[in-house]
């Protein structure tokens, strides 16, 4: 079976929808029924309610919404806090409601699906979501300027390739084994980082506030400070990037595992990064995010033959004699540097946190014997690291490709 043999036919045909109300601020509780937020919706497709503490009363949900209910088994979208891939087209996401998430609350931005019996199913509209016939429509209907949104008026304007219902199953049946095994790549790349953090507890401890400062380790030459050289009439524009030049890492380019993203490091067209005087990069130099995505840290690996930091990083080059890069950089990625840079956070501007509070941060320094050793530890752990990332690369390309197969008609 070919795809153009299966029915394109309008999404409210295939699938019930329903945004949620837009609640205002003065109803919020904290007790009562959770209120669903696009926050709670996480890239990998669970539902972590956790994360706010947004309610309403009771009595206000039983008079005014109780047909904003969420059900077991109710797929929920993010409608808006939602951003551009790497391929240009906008990505949302998903997750399945479960028995233990309720009772829950559709909120503003936050839209559920139910599928009409007999006609759809819903296990195949989540992987839908994130195939490229959604994924384009939606990209071309968005609103929103600052921030892309989009709500039940765009959805219905949308068309499913939609297949009979056994082959529907079948195809998200394929499509949920191979997601099960990158989520189990994504499980144990998650479980190194902690053995790593684990290592460095065990021979460090968590001695938050103590150690040298920052700043006396900068005035003493044990650290070097790379800033970014974006400053002024010399700061990039828009025009100043394009597909050939110098590597331009920014903190965007960083993922949760302190590595750097390839894809999401821009170019900088040659001649105008020969302008910039600071912000050159080298390898075991450690890169901080002090603006934005503050905390992220990654050791540069020296993977581009030159590269740049942009306005998001600060660059610290340590003196091998006082300091191991692959020390200072999980010494920078602990609880208690973190924590450091949240306190700091408070006193500067919001969400930032400039050179002269980060000289006032504190780090131990222990001997670099010590360093050393653990760095030959850390060393085979990013070792293993390697090879699951490479790995789970691989799986990511095959899944993509399954993907477009199975909504093709192809598998």
Known sequence: MIATRWDRVPLPDAYFFQEGPGVRKWQFTSEGIKLLNVANIEKDGQLNLSKTDRHLSIDEVENRYTHFLLDEGDLVIASSGISFDVDGLLRTRGAFV????????????????????????????????????????????????????????????????????????????????????????RAALALLDELTQSIFLDMFGDQTGEGRSIGQLLDEGALLLHKDGNHGSLYPRAEDFGEHGIPFVSAKAIDEQGDLDTEL????????????????????DVLLAHNASVGKVARYDGRFKRALIGTSLTAYRPNPAVLDSLYLAECLRSHGFQRQLAQNMGQT????????????????????????????????????????????????????SVQQRAFRGEL
């Open 265 to 284: 490091v821009e170019k900088l067209r040659t001649e105008k990064a020969e302008q910039l005087r600071i912000g050159w990069i080298e390898d075991g």
């Open 98 to 185: 479960s028995a233990d998430h309720l009772p829950l609350c559709l909120n503003t931005s936050t839209i559920r699906f139910k599928a009409k019996e007999g006609v759809s199913d819903l296990a195949f509209l989540r992987h839908w979501i994130n195939a490229y016939e959604f994924r384009q429509q939606i990209t071309q209907r968005v609103t929103g300027s600052a921030q892309q949104n989009f709500g039940p008026t765009h959805l219905k304007s949308l068309k499913i390739a939609l297949p009979p219902l056994s082959e529907q199953k079948r195809i998200a049946e394929i499509l949920d084994r191979a997601e099960a095994l990158r989520s189990a790549r």
């Open 349 to 400: 501007t919001r969400n930032q946190v400039p050179i002269t509070a980060q000289r006032r941060l504190r780090i131990p320094v222990p001997n670099v014997e010590l360093q050393n050793d653990f760095a030959r530890r850390v060393a085979l752990v990013n070792e293993r690291k390697g090879d699951l990332r490479r790995s789970h690369k691989v799986l990511d390309e095959l899944f993509s």
